[in-house]
């Protein structure tokens, strides 16, 4: 589903006269539908750089991204904006360790909102209807006060808002899942679902990609660990 080769990346500091920093060095992974690879390193070492490279958030120096997307064989490290939207439209979801969410909109519609990027050809009501219904869903299985739903989740505490951001991630299948530490600020009870919802994504074929800094959760969910170096 997903193959990674040589792929480069470095920032330039433009405050320190130009110094570049070399974050990514040639690295190289595969990731078949239905697993979970873990990525390790210690901070610093450019997991979260190399998670953004796979989202198409960073360019890439050099390699290739290469991923099986439902219209076909795409390069994410050379693909264009509008292919990258359409991408995250359908074959790539992203639980990032923080919400990014337009204000004043309801947890409800920032999650239903990506059911409905997913399902263009349905008619607008019903898949309106439809991706709210599996909000919802998610919603109570994560345990997330039903008073909270139609509220703008900027208020919300950190454990709150991650549990949106998890059911944004959920809602709709992807054939790559990336999982920036996807249960931090999460307590015992909502790890348990998400190490389910990881397990029933991988399932239904899903290629993930995760940073796990808790070993219980990636001892539970990762066919294999690589290390970042």
């Known amino acids: 589903m997903l193959h990674v ?10 405050l320190r006269g130009g110094l570049e920093l070399p974050v990514l060095k040639s690295v190289s992974l595969q990731v078949n539908a239905g697993e979970c690879v873990a990525l390790l390193g210690a901070s610093g070492q450019g997991k979260s750089t190399l998670m953004k490279c796979l989202y198409g958030s960073y360019g890439a120096d050099s390699g290739a ?40 909109v309801p947890a409800l519609d920032v999650v239903a909102e990506r059911g409905l990027q997913a399902r263009p050809e349905t008619d607008s009501d019903t898949a309106q209807e439809q991706a709210r219904d599996e909000a919802r869903a998610l919603f109570a299985r994560l345990n997330l006060p039903s008073s909270l739903w139609e509220l703008p989740p900027a208020t919300f505490s ?7 951001n998890i059911a944004r991630g959920f809602i709709e299948p992807a054939r790559l899942l990336l999982l920036d530490e996807p249960t931090a ?41 690589v290390p970042i170096q």
Not at 204 to 224: C, K, L, M, N, P
């Open 5 to 14: 080769e040589s792929l480069s990346k470095h920032f330039t500091l433009h």
């Open 65 to 104: 991204i290469w991923l099986e997307a439902q219209d076909g064989r795409v390069d994410i490290a050379q693909a264009t904006p509008q292919q990258m939207i359409a991408l995250r439209r359908r074959d790539i979801a992203y639980v990032s360790q923080f919400l990014r969410a337009v204000p004043r």
């Open 158 to 164: 950190g454990g709150e808002q991650q549990r949106v």
């Open 185 to 225: 600020s999460l307590d015992a009870a909502n790890r348990r679902v998400v190490i389910e919802l990881i397990h029933e994504a991988r399932e239904a074929g899903a290629a993930v990609v995760g940073i796990f800094h808790d070993e219980e959760v990636r001892d539970a969910v990762a066919s294999r660990c």
